[in-house]
């Protein structure tokens, strides 16, 4: 890119993002990087050789397997780029209230989707998860979209901003819900508006954060009974309770 644009655009991105570091207060050197700095980022990622439910994504502590907790789930597979804190948090946060997602959130999707790939091949499109349109109204925005969109510019995927819609807004993760509470107060939630979108398609849905998988599974079971071949789920952001 041109130095005079980039230096413009730098200039933009830099009163966007803040200059400190969100976790940390120190300053952010790459407008990359978003909301945190190099370290926070690097002390934000999985660490290495972490074990994960093959299934939904979930850290485990004893090697390969399932989580146990997520065999009815109707996704096929699901991950996230990291543990709800540190850069992570501070990101999904951010992006609440700034429908942009740093360069470095959208490459780190890639990366997680290239390696589900690999596995299982290629998906059809990228599907954001929907808000209730009141919701997204209050908000303005939808804040799965800004990453939905860059893995979908980085991926070469086709972006489906209209297939799937959410028809009742639900508060899942109400304190003292159980995991079946919760799937009751989701049935429902989602619909398929577009089925010639999603029929025979293996369909990718992007969230910013996850804390149970109650919600992928609502969505991803509205698309299968719409005739998806398959779905799976990508975050930025997963929940970590101790188990
Ligand atoms: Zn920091
Ligand atoms: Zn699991």
Known sequence: MHAVIRTARDGLLSLLYPADCRVCGANVDSWDDGVACARCWERSEWPRGAQFCEKCGLPMTRAAGR????DDAAFERARACGAYRG???????????????APRIGRSLRDAVAEM???????????PAP?????????????AEAPARALAQLSGRRLDLLSLQRVRATTPHRAGMDARQRERSLR?????????LVAGRRILLVDDVMTTSATAHAAALALREAGAERVDVVTLARVVFAR
């Open 117 to 127: 790939e690999r596995d299982r091949g290629r998906f059809d499109s990228i599907v």
């Open 67 to 70: 989580c146990g907790d997520c």
């Open 188 to 196: 429902g939630a989602f619909i398929v508006r577009a089925p010639r």
């Open 87 to 101: 850069a992570w948090r501070e990101s999904v946060l951010f992006l609440k209230s700034h429908p942009f997602a």
């Open 131 to 143: 808000l209730h349109p009141e919701r997204e109204a209050e908000r303005g925005f939808n804040q």
